[in-house]
């Protein structure tokens, strides 16, 4: 009985050998030939929202030949997400794309002990040599969504759900109010803030108080489909983020401000590939194709469609969004007459223009 | 008669319970390989992948200690509470308050220099986590509260000011609006041990884990909450003033928990922000649990917790295993341990031949 005993552990070592050995091949292979591109993402892919959108652009790297991809997802902002990136480095990756605000400062250090790396940080506004920084200008398809909800409105009143008061989601309300005050000028958004990125509980219980206080189209700045779900059981409409969310809420969903992350990351990986690749910040826009309108319901009248459309196209051609005059919820002039806010005053924004009710903190 | 008997043990197991933990902690790795196995995942190289991500290098090794301090921290806090049978489930706000009350410190007086500023930060960290845990205690004994649900909600409050604080007052007007405070002054940092990767956080473990277990074991407070927590009535009847007693406890249960605050925004973050709540007054329960409220077990639990977290890290980056795999291989871990913990007290007797050890 003893002989059979040690017979086995004797065959399970060789096993365990030959899958170390096998293990380690596999990696020494892959390292010679790929160049190798991480992601960081602040949740899980699974969550049809912000992370999902990126790791349709992930995928489309992968398609490059001679670059591999991997991915490590729901990484908590601070110390946790420094970890991941060190690790990530320290394996040889020679590109990082760190896809949440709150990675800045920790992307900071880890690039610092690695200058032979390139990294790229979302959202975030700090750069090095080797650290670059990248958005786009959702705000500009957020006007064009608006524009859709406040035509659709019969209540004039607008629910946003809305994660953080940081000024990327500031810009977005303003812009999607700006957007529904240019189709009907009497409407009024109101704005919760739920305090999470990705909490599809959260999130519907939040769309479900601004319903009870007459919103009849639901937008969001949240990762989850969970307001477009609170708006469907109502029965009013909705307007989703990040990809198309229709496939959660038929009924309800009209469009959604979507991302197009591939050929952003597609490009960057080439210019490192070629040696080309600047650390800069960089904020593309509709014109790039970066962010786009998903493709507007049939419950949309053919006429605002076309509107939708043709504001689009001047977008695409250079028109700007925050122009003046603008004031905000005090009544304040923040853009005077015949001027336009600039990039700098947009990545700052902390205030409400007039027709949003709710507070910035 | 039935072919397989449970029976009580005349003495639970002592050091034989050892082997009945790593048992435990056996299945669920050949369970979570399973899981592993479904998803189309190759379990040897998983778990392989898991263990090299956790300990596997002097990176994994040095990063699953400095996660696992102020898991640590909060569980000796949450410890002290169990040992008298007060479930403290506030560990999460005690911590958020213990950071705040070491920034107050750090903002408020910049210039000062480093051997006033952080015993100051520490005290006014163990001040506010303290009080955070003296009000459930309260509550506790002179309106019979149930204290599991007024920790628990207090957490909620606790977080919420810390939120207050970061997105209003204390803000960093050079960051574009989002909710930090200004990066703190190195005299304010507790830094690193000369030029190793760890922090002077570490030897803050050790030092309060050893003060820990001489308060317990060897002062009379110690003997008197071992009394306690087996038996309240028997205790009063010896005239161990118990009331007093809880409160104390909570007030060092949030103390502890507050200084793991202070250790993470002075050292980890430098700053204070909301993303340095990371659930490990949560985790800190079940490091607790494992470990037995024992300090030295606590090490060896948080450690390992700590390290599973990082390993589970290095899984979804080689083998693309989603996030949440870890989370299942921590709920696995505790479900066998504690299932494991019913063969401390009792054997399993199969019919007529002699018993299972």
Redesign the interface.
């Known amino acids: 009985m003893i002989a059979r005993g040690r017979r086995k552990t004797m065959r399970f070592t060789k096993m365990l050998a030959a899958a170390l050995l096998s293990v380690g091949l596999c990696f020494s292979q892959a390292a010679a030939e790929d160049m190798k591109v991480g992601f960081v993402y602040v949740s899980p892919i699974g969550d049809a929202g912000w992370s999902y959108a990126h790791d349709q652009g992930r995928l489309a790297v992968d398609n490059m030949d001679g670059v591999s991809t991997s991915y490590v997802e729901a990484v908590a902002e601070g110390p946790d997400s420094e970890r991941v990136m060190l690790n990530m480095a320290r394996k040889g990756f020679d590109v990082i794309f760190a896809t949440s605000f709150g990675y800045m400062d920790p992307m900071l250090k880890v690039a610092k002990q690695f200058p032979d790396g390139s990294f790229m940080h979302c959202s975030g506004f700090k750069t090095a040599d080797n650290m670059g920084n990248y958005f786009g200008r959702m705000y500009q398809a957020r006007y064009l969504s608006g524009m859709v909800a406040g035509a659709m409105t019969k209540s004039n009143t607008l629910g946003y759900v809305a994660a953080f008061p940081i000024p990327e989601v500031i810009r977005g309300i303003n812009a999607f109010s700006l957007g529904a005050q240019a189709m009907n000028p009497d409407v009024t958004v109101r704005v919760v803030w739920t305090k999470t990125w990705y909490d599809p509980a959260t999130e519907k219980e939040a769309a479900k108080s601004l319903l009870d206080v007459g919103a009849d189209v639901i937008a969001q700045h949240q990762d989850s489909p969970g307001p477009q779900e609170a708006a469907q059981e109502k029965g009013v409409y909705s307007i989703g983020y990040n990809s198309d969310m229709s496939a959660f809420a038929p009924k309800a969903h009209l469009t959604a401000p979507i991302w197009n992350w591939g050929p952003f990351y597609v490009e960057t990986v080439k210019q490192v590939k070629a040696g080309t690749w600047k650390a800069e910040s960089s904020w593309p826009g509709l014109a790039d194709g970066i962010v786009d309108l998903s493709p507007m319901s049939d419950m949309v009248p053919i006429a605002v469609q076309e509107k939708v459309m043709l504001k689009k196209d001047a977008i695409i051609g250079g028109e700007k969004i925050f122009v003046g005059p603008l004031k905000d919820q005090k009544g304040v002039v923040k853009v005077a007459a015949g001027s336009a806010l600039s990039d700098g005053d947009m990545l700052g924004m902390t205030w409400f223009v007039q027709g949003v009710v709710g507070t910035t903190e | 008669m039935s072919p397989i008997r449970i029976v009580k043990r005349q003495e639970p197991l002592g050091w034989s319970s050892c082997f009945v933990l790593l048992a435990a902690i056996l299945i669920s790795l050949v369970l979570s390989g399973f899981i592993l196995f479904v998803r189309g995942t190759?379990p040897?190289?998983g778990i392989?992948?898991l263990f090299k991500?956790a300990f596997g290098s002097r990176?994994a090794f040095e990063?699953s200690l400095?996660?696992a301090t102020p898991i640590f921290l909060c569980s000796l806090g949450v410890a002290v509470a169990f040992r008298l049978q007060v479930w403290n489930i506030g560990a999460e706000g005690q911590f958020a308050l213990g950071a705040v009350g070491a920034t107050w410190v750090a903002l408020s007086f910049p210039e000062a220099p480093a051997y006033l500023v952080l015993p100051g930060m520490m005290a006014m960290a163990a001040i506010a986590g303290g009080f955070w845990g003296f009000i459930p205690a309260v509550l506790r004994q002179k309106l019979k509260t149930n204290e599991i649900i007024v920790t628990l909600m207090m957490n909620y409050i606790a977080i919420l000011i810390l939120?207050?604080l970061v997105?209003?007052a204390w803000k960093d007007p050079a960051s574009?609006?989002?909710?930090m405070t200004p990066e703190f002054n190195t005299s304010a940092i507790v830094g690193n041990i000369g030029s190793s990767n760890f922090s002077w956080g570490l030897v803050h473990c050790v030092i309060l884990g050893l003060i820990f277990w001489v308060f317990m074991s060897y002062t009379r407070i110690g003997f008197e909450i071992k009394a306690s927590g087996d038996n309240v009535r028997a205790a009063r009847y010896a005239g161990i003033p118990y009331d007093r007693l809880v409160m104390l406890v909570m007030a060092l249960s949030g103390a502890l928990a507050g200084w793991a605050g202070f250790l993470?925004a002075s050292s980890?973050?430098n700053r204070l922000?909301?993303?340095?709540m990371?659930g490990y007054g949560y985790t800190a329960i079940v490091v607790a649990w494992l470990a037995r409220l024992n300090p030295l077990y606590i090490g060896i639990a948080a450690f390992m917790l700590a390290g599973l977290r990082?390993g589970v890290?290095?899984l979804?980056?080689?083998l693309?295993v989603?996030?949440?795999f870890g989370g299942i291989i921590e709920g696995l871990i505790l479900l066998t341990v504690l299932a494991g913990g019913l063969f401390t007290h009792y054997k399993i007797v199969f019919g007529g031949k002699g018993g299972k050890k």
């Open positions: 190759p040897l190289e392989y992948i991500g990176y990063d400095i996660k939120d207050y997105y209003g574009y609006g989002f909710p993470e980890t973050v922000q909301p993303s340095i990371a990082v890290e290095g979804q980056l080689d693309q989603p996030a949440a």
